[in-house]
């Protein structure tokens, strides 16, 4: 059997979605079953390196693209770590102060964002991210290795921005939109340029918006079937949903494992 890099988005296609996702056994036994039929099993997540590398521990993988693709982590080294585009970034933060939009910046691989002043953050709900936060000043024209922004403005005000160029607005809540890289494919392909390794080898797995990108450059690509409906249509293959063992059917309808690995 031909070696497979098989590369899973986590949230919604690795985990089931939802307020209380998990990950079920029967896609933590696949990713077993598919190193131990010698294929290389990696995440691929917009998930900042913090975030990633504890899922990919749960896991037992050492093998990830996160960070939107500007992170490649291989057999537990980092093999890229990029920032975003510098200039872009003083060029939307120039905007933000024009504008008066409070933002956050986050220049380090762990969960922190800093701000140069808490009290002009508006209130919002989600306590996770307000765990994120700290104060701290900085200068806005002296940054080099900002990873990601948080941009506290609501939908309207947002159209007010015009200087995004290469970075990738995400709103994830209502009261702040996330700048954070999207091309996932990015990072898989320098990974396999650096193993000098072809892309023809190369199968992801996704179910949203931050997939489409992989799956437009991807030679094989499997959605899971609580995908996004744009995301089925650019599909090599639809599964099962990811809540109804569609990791481990896609995988033994292509034989890359076999039903007995589970018994």
Not at 170 to 186: A, C, G, N, S, W
Request: charge should be negative; charged fraction near 30%; aromatic fraction near 10%.
């Amino acid at each position: 059997m031909k070696r497979k890099f098989l590369f899973f988005d986590i949230d919604g296609t690795l985990t089931t979605g939802g307020m209380e996702s998990f990950i079920p056994q029967s896609a933590r036994d696949t990713l077993q079953a598919l190193r131990k039929q010698g294929h290389v099993v990696a995440i691929a997540t917009g998930r900042p390196y913090a975030m990633s590398k504890d899922v990919a521990k749960d896991l037992g993988i050492d093998s990830f693209i996160c960070n939107g693709g500007n992170t490649v982590i291989f057999e537990g080294k980092k093999i890229i770590n990029e920032p975003l585009n510098q200039d872009h970034v003083k060029e939307l933060l120039r905007e933000c102060i024009q504008y008066g939009f409070p933002y956050c910046i986050s220049q380090r691989d762990d969960f922190y964002f800093l701000t140069q002043d808490m009290s002009k953050l508006p209130d919002f709900q989600n306590d996770f991210i307000k765990g994120w936060l700290k104060e701290e000043a900085f200068d806005p024209e002296q940054l080099t290795q900002v990873k990601r922004l948080m941009v506290f403005v609501n939908e309207e005000e947002q159209k007010k921005l015009t200087q995004f160029q290469d970075l990738v607005p995400q709103r994830y809540e209502k009261e702040f939109v996330m700048i954070e890289p999207d091309d996932k494919f990015k990072g898989i392909k320098k990974l396999m340029e650096t193993l000098q390794l072809p892309l023809q080898d190369v199968v992801v797995f996704g179910d949203g918006e931050n997939d489409i990108k992989m799956f437009q450059q991807s030679p094989m690509s499997i959605a899971v079937g609580n995908a996004i409906d744009e995301l089925k249509k650019l599909a090599t293959y639809v599964t099962a949903r990811s809540d109804e063992d569609g990791i481990q059917k896609a995988c033994l309808h292509f034989g890359w494992v076999k039903e007995e690995d589970f018994m």
